[in-house]
């Protein structure tokens, strides 16, 4: 087989990963299984300083988190079947989505569930833009605006497209209850929200709740019975925005209002100011912010050392 056909048979398909692991089963193996291929670089610095426990460590991208559990129960029947008992450790990572309301999935002990919809969420924070402005935002000269202001600008929005977005989510969860799923991908936020000169979020549509209904409607191609459309509010009443928010749709915020502060740092403070608007985009955001999270979110902590040290010390 040339090596071509190796690295054409090693692409990731719905069964690649349960494959790949069969083929990587050496003593003392830490294995690590996501739903899609951009994960590692948001959990691999919270892995890192387990990684000289083991002889090695494998991901694998499962492609869909309905996948990552059906990997998890191949690999869980094959060691049933085998009897088999070694020193290699499974753990599987996956977005918590709507579950707090649908509870779709089953609560695994070696099943890692984010706090919030999904790790794009744990993005978008004012810490995170502080890093963005330090690293990425490029000032030409010594004419750099203090970040304070930045911050409370930040927030001050982030809370306003929280806000909006409840009506969005709200929505989302009435068709969701109704057996119909909307296809996010078609909703265009772009084209319902926007920045102004003076880095306010204002809505692009005139006519209230009922003209976003029917925008998100005939975006999606549904029908929303708007009579019922409010009871689903209760839901998330008391949840913070970022677990039912959709995090692409969080992250937009945050593309958007960075792209903006620049535009408005050059046109109207005259600043010179480069920004790579491709390193937040929606194939690269992770990839770029991940590394940079400056702590390890606690459930995730908690999660690596109960499975790692407790499964460690059992074999």
Known sequence: MSFLDLLRESTHTRATAFKQFLHRQEENSLHIFFEGPNDPSF?????????????????????????VYDTRKRILQRQKQRKSVNSMICLYFVDKDLSDIFDEWPHESDVHV????????????????????????????????????????????LESFYQFMRQVMVWVIHHRRNDSSPNFRRIKLDKLLAFNDDLELTCLLDGGEACLVDFLDSSTSLSTDCDSFHSE??????????????????LWFFREFIKSLVKSIKDMLRIRVSFNENHLGNNSAIRVLGPRMRNTPPSVSDFLERNICIEGCSN
């Open 233 to 250: 509010e209760t839901l998330i009443q008391n949840m913070h925005p970022k677990a039912y928010i959709v995090g692409k749709f969080e």
């Open 114 to 157: 984010t706090d919030y919809y999904a790790i794009e969420n744990y993005l978008v924070t004012s810490e995170m833009l502080e890093t963005v402005w330090n690293e990425m935002i490029i000032f030409s000269g010594s004419e750099k605006p203090d970040f304070g202001p930045v911050r409370a600008k930040f927030e001050m929005e």
């Open 43 to 67: 959990y691999s610095s919270f892995i890192d300083p387990f990684r000289d426990r083991f002889c090695g460590l494998h991901f694998y991208d499962c492609g869909k988190k309905c996948h």
